[in-house]
């Protein structure tokens, strides 16, 4: 798995309108903590972090306030077809023998709904882990949660999830 791993920052509902704010925020801990970056884009409510550390980086952006959840996620096209593999291709590689999981697909699309590829991915990860005796859960009870985040062009499949601060972005 040598495709790239981008940071996804996932704002706080009170600094959705303050992105801009996030980002500058973002760039200086990022400076400050000597990590690099080769650029900070938005995708929708997402801002996406191309860093050469995406480990680091993503741990010194969860200091920050007004950030919901980071994320290290692949990126891939919001297609049906592509996003229902790569759940699959993700959860088996992060899954071990007898447990648990969870998909979580949250966001928009066209033409299908999240839904759609949260019961197409459960089945594809199903298929691919059988023999591993790992099964789906529910919400409230699982062992590992595959989160995917539908924007307008992209889809993000988390390889990592970690909670934020939450709040309001310092100023």
């Given at each position: 798995m040598n495709e790239p791993a981008f940071v996804v920052v996932f704002p706080s509902i009170f600094a959705k309108n303050k992105k801009n704010l996030l980002v500058s925020?973002?760039?200086?801990?990022?400076?400050?903590?000597?990590?690099?970056?080769s650029k900070i884009t938005i995708d929708d409510d997402l801002i996406i972090i191309d860093a050469n550390d995406?480990?680091?980086?993503?741990?010194?952006?969860?200091?920050?306030?007004?950030?919901?959840?980071?994320?290290?996620a692949r990126r891939v096209e919001n297609k049906f077809n592509v996003v229902?593999?790569?759940?699959?291709?993700?959860?088996?590689?992060?899954?071990?023998?007898?447990?648990?999981?969870?998909?979580?697909?949250?966001?928009r699309a066209s033409g299908y709904l999240p839904k759609d590829v949260e019961i197409a991915g459960t089945s594809s990860l199903i298929e691919k882990v059988v023999?591993?005796?790992?099964?789906?859960?529910?919400?409230?009870?699982h062992d590992k949660l595959i989160h995917c985040y539908l924007t307008g062009k992209n889809a993000y499949v988390s390889i990592f999830l970690e909670k934020g601060h939450g709040g309001i972005p310092y100023d």
């Open positions: 925020n973002i760039k200086k801990i990022l400076k400050i903590q000597n990590q690099q970056y995406p480990v680091f980086a993503s741990s010194a952006i969860n200091l920050l306030f007004g950030i919901d959840q980071v994320s290290i229902v593999p790569l759940i699959g291709k993700i959860g088996a590689n992060l899954l071990l023998k007898g447990e648990t999981f969870y998909v979580k697909v949250e966001g023999d591993m005796e790992c099964r789906p859960g529910t919400e409230q009870k």
